[in-house]
């Protein structure tokens, strides 16, 4: 049984940091690219950042980069994302994102940014 979870989220102010994990199972994790997306109230759900198989490799939103750090852990099956600097626009639904030979998608964390 494939499962994304993740967990992290919260409420904190502008200005600050949350970091996000991602614990993946049922599937061979170390082979597919992992990747955060969010959806905020009202709008379709964005791409946020990856990460390739090896952890060497990352992509972002522009509107994240140098505030948010991707990073995997293959050995323990687990995906980060580093937040800091936080502004309210970065409040939204979180989803963990396994791209392979097939995708799988997790129930997503919430984060609160509050001005």
């Known amino acids: 049984q494939v499962q994304l979870v993740e967990s992290g989220g919260g409420l904190v102010q502008a200005g600050g940091s949350l970091r996000l994990s991602c614990a993946a199972s049922?599937?061979?994790?170390?082979?597919?690219?992992m990747g955060w997306y969010r959806q905020a109230p009202g709008k379709g759900r964005e791409f946020v950042a990856t990460?390739?198989?090896?952890?060497?490799?990352?992509s972002y939103q522009d509107s994240v980069k140098g505030r948010f750090t991707i990073s995997r852990d293959n050995a323990k099956k687990t995906v980060h994302l580093q937040m800091n600097s936080l502004k309210p626009e970065d409040t939204a639904i979180y989803f963990c994102?396994?791209?392979?030979?097939?995708?799988?998608w997790g129930q997503g964390t919430q984060v609160t940014v509050s001005s």
């Open positions: 994102h396994a791209r392979g030979r097939t995708d799988f």
């Open positions: 049922g599937f061979s994790f170390s082979s597919y690219v």
């Open positions: 990460v390739n198989w090896s952890g060497d490799s990352t």
